[in-house]
């Protein structure tokens, strides 16, 4: 299975930016969608964005459309999320998903059980 390896979480003020890795141990049809959730304790986690490798398109939730951009490097098989305009409400773990495909219903990411999923990184925006 592959594995997922996130790193880049930090504390920030409010208006920062922040920069999240996720190093895949491989490029396989398995992790054919990268992206990151969120979760804060006592909340489901959110689908935040992702990437489709093959033809790198984006999908973003509505809470960070035009703030957050994900992207991929095929050479070093990581992708990026650079957040910039971070508010207070951004802050969460973060955690690397990876899955076969990206499948968003309603406004939501929906990935299979088995998807694996990196350790998270937690980002902390103080006003």
């Known amino acids: 299975q592959v594995r997922l390896v996130d790193s880049g979480g930090d504390s920030v003020q409010a208006g920062g930016s922040l920069r999240l890795s996720c190093v895949a141990s491989e490029y396989t049809i398995w992790n054919f969608c990268m992206g990151w959730f969120r979760q804060v304790p006592g909340k489901e986690r959110e689908g935040v964005a992702s990437?489709?490798?093959?033809?790198?398109?984006?999908h973003y939730s509505d809470s960070v459309k035009g703030r957050f951009t994900i992207a991929q490097d095929r050479a070093k098989n990581t992708v990026y999320l650079q957040m910039n305009s971070l508010e207070v409400e951004d802050t969460a773990m973060y955690y690397c998903?990876?899955?076969?495909?990206?499948?968003?219903?309603?406004?939501?990411?929906?990935?299979?059980?088995?998807?694996?999923w990196g350790q998270g990184t937690q980002v902390t925006v103080s006003s």
């Open positions: 990437i489709s490798l093959g033809d790198s398109s984006t």
């Open positions: 998903v990876a899955d076969r495909e990206c499948t968003w219903l309603l406004g939501h990411w929906r990935v299979a059980d088995s998807a694996p």
